[in-house]
């Protein structure tokens, strides 16, 4: 019971600067309304035990009248089996029609060809132990991606070895990059600002080392961007 209230307390004395809680896209904002009303649920879950606990523990606790009475035998109650089978079903579809909409919405698919045109898309390949980045210019970077706010951006994920797994906390959530495999992945609507991204994928012994920056500049920084990397050569 000390260690239930002990991690909490340290959280909120710490000022932890959680980050998928902080999201700057449209993606990670619904996934952080995910956590919050899955979190809410829980709480109203975890209030209502705690009630009734305490309810049959001061109601049945033993005193002199009742030292000789046995509590009355529930089971086979067919009214209250349904009761509270009924309930954990409605507790699961209040959870599943959010969770089903929003992870519909964030299918990497693109629903039209005009969505597509209009996205911006970057092939991510894993290394051990780098990021490489590749534009539809034919532009390359390596540990630094840059992308554009308030667009749509699908990343074609890849690995040349191990798996790894692409995540920048404060846009999306993280998935898996696999070997041989291409996988999409899609962040909406990213802010302007500067992220960390990491992989979440143990990987080998120097795995620490893949990190690298996002950079979320506005469209026309954007397009400046890939036009000097292109005079430069890449």
């Not at 449209?26 to 956590?35: K, M, N, P, R, Y």
């Not at 305490?54 to 086979?76: C, H, I, M, S």
């Not at 797994?165 to 990059?177: E, H, M």
């Not at 999409?184 to 920056?213: D, R, S, W």
Request: net charge neutral.
């Amino acid at each position: 019971m000390k260690k239930l209230f002990t991690i909490p307390i340290l959280l909120l004395l710490a000022g932890c600067d959680i980050a998928v809680l902080d999201a700057k896209s449209e993606t990670g904002q619904d996934q952080a309304f995910l956590i919050w009303f899955s979190f809410g649920l829980m709480m109203i879950v975890l209030l209502i035990v705690f009630i009734l606990f305490a309810r049959f523990v001061w109601k049945y606790r033993e005193t002199n009248q009742n030292k000789d009475t046995l509590p009355k035998d529930v089971k086979g109650n067919k009214k209250l089996e349904i009761t509270w089978t009924t309930l954990a079903v409605l507790l699961l579809a209040v959870l599943a029609v959010p969770t089903v909409s929003i992870t519909y919405n964030q299918s990497p698919i693109l629903s039209s060809s005009e969505e597509s045109e209009q996205a911006v898309h970057v092939t991510v390949t894993g290394q051990q132990y780098f990021w490489t980045f590749d534009y539809e210019n034919g532009k390359q970077t390596t540990n630094k991606l840059v992308i554009p706010a308030n667009k749509t951006i699908v990343f074609h994920l890849k690995s040349s070895d191990v798996i790894h797994s692409f995540w920048i906390p404060r846009l999306a959530g993280k998935t898996d990059v696999l070997p041989g495999k291409e996988l999409l992945y899609k962040i909406a609507n990213p802010e302007i600002g500067t992220y960390e991204g990491h992989c979440a994928e143990f990987c080998g012994v120097q795995h620490a080392k893949m990190q690298f920056t996002t950079q979320v500049v506005s469209n026309e920084d954007y397009e400046k961007w890939l036009e000097v990397r292109a005079q430069k050569g890449g």
